[in-house]
């Protein structure tokens, strides 16, 4: 029987059929067909971008099979685009074939468009790319009436394609392939457009418009949105043309110039804020200030946008601006930010608040003379947000911004009270409203307050946290994280109160939840951690057989990768914090013989998953610590197998630290960054909810967990650990060496002998 062809064979075989099909309807024209409403695509136009869309994909993806259509379809594309018009039902057929020709030029067959006198090159930027990058009056009703799809399709790279931007990318093509020919003849193209704009500035506004665009395609060569431009066409001098034509716009006095102008100078300074020298930008702070009223949400938005991404800027790994940089004019970009907020369809403007959120992290101590203002101001905002939550990026930058005021300022004995005072109230009102996208930044936000506040705590604090435990809040999942975020503040700057209260047993309660949770699970260590760190033994120790079988029993019958790393990293804390001894004297109380069972079989093995270089070093420690303070392996020659695997395991923390890199906070900007991302992700730019309709949790960057060494120790583990080592060894003469030499690998011997001579001490 035969073998049914493949469908890669049939694609083959019939591919010269469907392709005369294809050339027969691009070359189709009927005007009978033609669409009445110049804002709909007619049946034709609708075929033809169909077949451009289809042709693209074949050049894209079977070049070899398409390289003998390839000449034919260019010139029938090309015929297309010569005679488009302009009009809005005509763009399908437009982006499609600019589409078409733009991956014609980014591939091996781009030599179809190279002539001797580069007549074919000069054709295509003055009757495709040219027309198609012009201003229209469609965008001109857009930037007037839909400021948020204006931008959507400027600046955020939407969904659905515009000519505009396929112009650009039609044009960016061309110059990587063309440099010199193309860049040369642009230059004119620019050169002749200025000139008409300069001689009629009030009515030829689009020719600058188009000039300005131009110049952007033809310079970026590579660019990234947290850098702007990262690689430019060299031909092309980015200062003198900001010089000449972008700045004059940005410095005309209110009222001169025409809005979109404006926004395009705003959207040339966003783009080129890495090739602008700092003096430049400085000296352009104040004008981009007084954009930040204008009555055209573009402009302003532009102008937000402007701000927070200059403030972004690192010269060598080095943040450019300072907040010396930025004070001078902290009180009027803040002032006009907050007004920019109060202008028609910007009350839940995202850019602004971002760049609101940015300020006040240059800023850092120095936001604290205009804390309270800005607190009052976010607070009536978030009285406003919590009625109605609509946009989630600007209810995430609100709070960010909160954070930060909150991590700068509410440390100041003077200040804390009157921060509290403010932004109580609108908390109680999202708590007791039960305003689920809010609730966990609301959490986040008390728990870097409560770790701020100087001592002692209101009371206020402590009646907020019965409620807290109540089981209901524990159900949402994106209350979790935030939650126990929570729980551990409680737990470190009030344990006395919480254990004088009574309220231990619900804390353990609540580990107990999370314990049987297989996506909280690791949260619930973060409480049992807490407990060690915080509470003195004696108050908790009662609880420990109980806690020791609910870990035992998981470990047992659910055990998961995270949840045995998570194990390793509370018994590694148990035994820095309070001795092996003690450690094994409470799983010997579960069962004897218990403390060596879980050291072999699950904790050793399981300390080499152990990540971020805290819990390493933490880890190492408490690995040397059995190895030299617990006499049944210290001292015992038939423990001499585990001795040496805790020797080298904690050797091996340590060396591979760096390899093993770690969970620490990372750049604010990244994490911002990510956790708005998330956000937008989650919610799609609807509401913050995921696709099963619960809420997303988004972390807070800037109310991130406080990384602390939980024991002295682990601050300087390499030292420690060579010290005790040392230390043992001078209470055993003549008997560490041997035993090091029998029991650790060639490698682990030379890592410790560094270590050893780094701590200055030695082994004998």
């Keep these: 029987m035969p073998c049914s062809p493949s469908s890669a064979e049939v694609f083959e075989d019939n591919l010269a059929a469907w392709m005369s099909e294809f050339q027969k309807y691009l070359a189709y024209s009927n005007p009978a067909l033609a669409e009445s409403d110049a804002a709909k695509a007619s049946v034709v136009d609708e075929v033809k971008a169909a077949i451009c869309e289809n042709v693209n994909l074949n050049l894209e993806k079977n070049e070899e099979e398409f390289a003998p259509y390839v000449r034919d379809f260019a010139t029938l594309v090309w015929g297309q685009l010569m005679q488009v018009g302009l009009e809005p039902g005509k763009d399908a057929l437009a982006t499609e074939a600019i589409r078409f020709l733009t991956t014609l030029v980014n591939g091996v067959h781009h030599t179809l468009l190279q002539d001797e006198d580069g007549s074919t090159l000069r054709t295509i930027i003055q009757n495709i790319v040219i027309p198609n990058l012009r201003f229209r009056d469609s965008d001109e009703e857009l930037f007037e009436d839909n400021y948020v799809e204006y931008i959507r399709r400027d600046i955020e790279g939407s969904d659905t394609d ?44 689009k020719q600058k418009d188009c000039a300005i665009y131009l110049v952007i395609a033809l310079t970026v060569r590579g660019k990234s949105e947290a850098k702007g431009a990262t690689l430019t066409n060299e031909l092309v001098n980015v200062g003198d043309f900001f010089g000449a034509h972008i700045l004059p716009e940005l410095q005309a006095p209110p009222g001169r110039g025409h809005p ?174 039960d305003v689920a996208e809010f609730a966990p930044y609301v959490f986040q936000l008390l728990a870097q307050m409560l770790e701020a506040r100087p001592s002692p705590l209101p009371a206020q604090y402590m009646l907020l946290f019965p409620p807290l435990l109540s089981p209901q ?79 035992l029993q998981r470990l047992q019958h659910s055990r998961t990768t995270k949840y045995s790393r998570s194990f390793c990293v509370f018994l590694a804390l148990l035994i820095a914090k309070h001795g092996p001894g003690w450690t094994a004297a409470g799983l010997e109380h579960v069962q004897p013989g218990l403390f060596s069972m879980v050291l072999d079989q699950i904790w050793l093995p399981g300390l080499a998953g ?155």
């Design 162 to 205: 515009t000519r505009r931007r396929m112009a650009c990318e039609l044009l960016k093509a061309l110059t990587a392939k063309f440099q010199q020919a193309v860049t040369q003849s642009v230059s004119g193209y620019v050169s002749s457009l200025l000139a008409e704009h300069a001689a009629a500035p009030e009515s030829a506004w």
């Design 260 to 433: 979109v102008l404006k926004a395009d100078a705003l959207k040339f300074v966003t783009t080129f804020r890495q090739q602008i020298p700092k003096p430049g930008c400085l000296a352009l702070l104040p004008s981009i200030t007084v954009l930040l009223t204008s009555e055209h949400n573009v402009v302003h938005t532009y102008a937000a946008l402007c701000v927070e991404r200059m403030l972004t800027v690192r010269d060598a790994g080095v943040p450019r601006f300072g907040s010396a940089d930025v004070l001078p004019l902290r009180d009027a970009l803040l002032g006009n930010l907050f007004m920019g907020l109060t202008l028609p369809d910007s009350g839940e403007n995202d850019y602004i608040m971002k760049a609101i959120m940015r300020l006040i992290a240059v800023l850092g101590s120095d936001a604290a003379p205009v804390a309270l203002l800005c607190a009052e101001r976010l607070a009536a905002l978030l009285m406003v947000q919590a009625q109605n939550p609509r946009n989630p990026l600007f209810a995430h930058y609100l709070f960010e911004s909160l954070a930060l005021l909150v991590r700068h300022c509410a440390g100041q004995a003077e200040l804390a009270p009157r921060l509290e005072a403010t932004l109580f109230p609108p908390f109680q009102a999202v708590l007791q409203a």
């Design 610 to 764: 152990v990540s971020g270089d805290m819990e390493r070093r933490l880890a190492a420690v408490a690995a040397v610590k059995v190895a030299t303070d617990f006499p049944p392996v210290a001292a015992s020659d038939a423990a001499q197998p585990l001795w040496g695997r805790l020797v080298e395991v904690s050797i091996s923390l340590l060396t591979d630290e760096e390899d093993a890199g770690g969970n620490g906070a990372g750049d604010d900007e990244d994490d911002e960054q990510a956790a708005a991302a998330a956000v937008a992700m989650a919610t799609g730019g609807g509401a913050a909810t995921t696709a099963a309709g619960n809420v997303a949790y988004a972390r807070l960057a800037s109310a991130s967990r406080p990384e602390r060494e939980p024991v002295p120790e682990v601050g300087h583990a390499k030292q420690f650990v060579a010290t005790s080592l040392a230390h043992a060894a001078s209470q055993q003469p003549g008997r560490m060496a041997p035993r090091i030499a029998a029991s650790l690998a060639p490698a682990y011997q030379a890592s410790l002998a560094a270590m050893c001579a780094q701590a200055g001490v030695s082994i004998v």
């Design 473 to 551: 809040l524990w159900e949402r999942p994106a209350n979790v994280p935030a939650l126990v975020r929570l729980l551990e503040a409680y737990l470190q700057r009030a344990p006395v109160e919480l254990v004088q209260g009574g309220h231990l047993t619900g804390v353990l309660g609540v580990f107990q939840k999370l314990n049987a949770s297989r996506a909280h699970d690791h949260e619930g260590f973060y409480i049992l951690n807490a407990l060690v760190q915080h509470l003195d033994s004696a108050a908790w120790q009662v609880h420990l057989p109980a806690l020791w079988s609910l870990l």
